[in-house]
């Protein structure tokens, strides 16, 4: 299996540093903004995001966590059953601006269970989508409203968000998975 190193720490912190300000950026009232973080990467990327607002800005922004396993339209299907994770949203989602934030874009599929599970906790005045790697592939009209990278791929490829909270270290790889051969 080969790997190669696309983001190193001080790149993912520019680009946290980034979004921090691009979430800010269109409103003058920030008190309808929310972010959430989509398990589980997604919610250590919000975590970052909103201490870097806080930070910079000195702005405290209302923070959730979604799983959207059970909104997912292949979770039937899998073999295993599936893990569920933690959903919190302390906060009405009624009239407010959600960001949600994912580790990797790729088929899309994820980020529509992501609305359909938002749309069932309430009705926000608007959805938007940050991600740090936007791989290709789409096979729904989704894309990223904020991303740190694009990064074409092949299908044998997969892009690897590195958290030092669950991986020790901070990066972004592109590994290259080998296939399954019958021989």
Do not use: W
């Amino acid at each position: 299996m080969k790997e190669a190193r696309i983001m190193t720490p001080e790149e993912l912190n520019r680009t946290y540093q980034r979004f921090a300000h691009q979430f800010l950026e269109p409103y003058n009232d920030f008190s309808r903004l929310a972010v959430i973080g989509m398990q589980t990467r997604g919610v250590y990327m919000g975590k970052r995001i909103i201490k870097e607002i806080k930070a910079q800005f000195d702005t405290v922004i209302d923070f959730g966590v979604l799983d959207v396993t059970f909104y997912r339209d292949d979770y039937r299907s899998k073999l295993k059953m599936p893990e569920v994770k933690v959903t919190e949203i302390p906060f009405d989602l009624f009239d407010r601006d959600v960001v949600l934030v994912d580790d990797v874009l790729y088929t899309g599929r994820t980020v529509r269970s992501a609305m359909d599970a938002i749309m069932a906790y309430g009705r926000p005045r608007s959805i938007k989508f940050c991600c740090m790697v936007d791989r290709g592939h789409r096979e729904l009209p989704i894309s990223a409203d904020y991303m740190g990278i694009y990064l074409p791929t092949y299908e044998n490829e997969e892009v690897r968000v590195k958290v030092n909270e669950i991986d020790g270290e901070d990066a972004v790889y592109l590994v290259e998975v080998e296939e399954d051969s019958d021989e």
